[in-house]
């Protein structure tokens, strides 16, 4: 399909369908995303930035996004984005494939840890919430094999938490598309059972059946960079070389980072983080029985934010971009947590230090 017609071209204020364009939202390799309108209501429109017609991989981009529209049907849960439904621009049998999703106002979980200076008890309700969310669709069959910072908006009417961009998704119904190498998501991301698999398998000849055990691990990794602001290892190596410095890194505490993370929400974050997959949480109900009950004995202390003001932002010493290998989230919230390092009393170097 020609580059005419083509949705990176599309502007603010152009009308497609009947959705008024208002504000692109963000780009990736697959797709972009517009804040629009219809009827006065605010939308996301999703773009694949490949159509039906784009050799091979145009029809898998097609493909993938289906499959990601047949995912979000089967959803209708207050913390996932609600499917509105999907066309094709500009023609609508062969034109680029667009999803019409709820627009969830607010910053992404990574924005918001970093702006709003939360409490353990914030982080801890709200990561309650996502245990419970990736209960309800992991016992849909749904595995989301991206879970990070940016795919959770923090929706700004009531300070909970939104599970968006399924464009990775998997569902226990859903044909294979490709071979998944290498596989969805982000790699620092990844579980090490993942890894492990990907590496003692190189010609894979099976397919790696993805578990909850993965989402909740990614979780994990997310719930220590929200209480820390930093990484548990480095991810400054190809995707290939990660499991090794997984392995290498020392004990994933928290707390050992940023003394006023409780105890009990520091084990709870390192069992979520264990290399044995066997001894972390199953599924998400699992997770958020601790975190419930560690709610319900939670002394005053949970009430003192995790980190003091932040600092300017020409205040933060500037990373090496080799470091975080593209992990933007990781890169920001270290800076921000290393420039206040004074400020947290008896805090120990970051565990991912050059």
């Known amino acids: 399909m020609g580059i005419e017609g083509h949705p990176l071209l599309l502007q603010p204020q152009e009308v497609v369908g009947s959705f008024k364009l208002l504000k692109r939202l963000a780009t990736g390799g697959y797709g972009t995303v517009f804040l629009a309108e219809t009827g006065g209501v605010p939308v996301a429109l999703k773009f694949a930035l490949y159509g039906p017609q784009d050799a091979e991989e145009g029809s898998q981009v097609d493909a993938r996004t289906l499959k990601e529209v047949s995912v979000l049907h089967r959803m209708a849960h207050p913390n996932v984005v609600a499917l509105r439904g999907y066309h094709r621009w500009p023609h609508p049998s062969t034109g680029y494939l667009f999803l019409v999703m709820d627009y969830v106002e607010g910053p992404t979980l990574s924005e918001w840890a970093l702006a709003s200076r939360p409490t353990p008890r914030q982080v801890a309700r709200l990561f309650a919430e996502l245990a419970l969310t990736l209960d309800f669709i992991h016992r849909a069959g749904v595995r989301h094999r991206d879970i990070k910072g940016s795919n959770i908006i923090v929706r700004a009417s009531d300070a909970r938490p939104v599970l968006v961009d399924f464009g990775s998704s998997d569902h226990a119904c859903a044909a294979r598309i490709t071979d998944d190498r290498p596989p969805p998501g982000t790699p620092s991301y990844r579980s090490p059972e993942l890894l492990r698999y990907w590496l003692r398998y190189p010609k894979h000849l099976t397919r790696y059946v993805y578990?909850?055990?993965?989402?909740?691990?990614?979780?994990?990794?997310?719930?220590?960079?929200?209480?820390?602001?930093?990484?548990?290892?480095?991810?400054?190596?190809?995707?290939?070389?990660?499991?090794?410095?997984?392995?290498?890194?020392?004990?994933?505490?928290?707390?050992?980072?940023?003394?006023?993370?409780?105890?009990?929400?520091?084990?709870?974050?390192?069992?979520?983080?264990?290399?044995?997959?066997?001894?972390?949480?199953?599924?998400?109900?699992?997770?958020?029985?601790?975190?419930?009950?560690?709610?319900?004995?939670?002394?005053?202390?949970?009430?003192?934010?995790l980190f003091a003001a932040p600092p300017p932002h020409d205040a933060v010493t500037e990373e090496s971009d080799e470091f975080f290998d593209g992990n933007e989230e990781a890169r920001e919230m270290r800076r921000w947590a290393r420039a206040q390092d004074w400020r947290v009393p008896g805090a120990s170097p970051h565990s991912s230090a050059p």
């Open 211 to 305: 578990q909850p055990t993965d989402d909740l691990y990614s979780l994990g990794l997310v719930l220590f960079e929200v209480l820390t602001g930093d990484f548990p290892y480095p991810t400054n190596v190809p995707a290939e070389a990660l499991l090794g410095r997984i392995r290498a890194a020392p004990s994933r505490s928290a707390r050992a980072l940023n003394p006023r993370v409780p105890r009990e929400l520091d084990a709870i974050c390192e069992r979520m983080l264990r290399h044995d997959v066997a001894q972390r949480y199953p599924m998400g109900a699992d997770l958020y029985a601790d975190l419930n009950a560690a709610l319900e004995r939670a002394s005053q202390s949970w009430d003192i934010p």
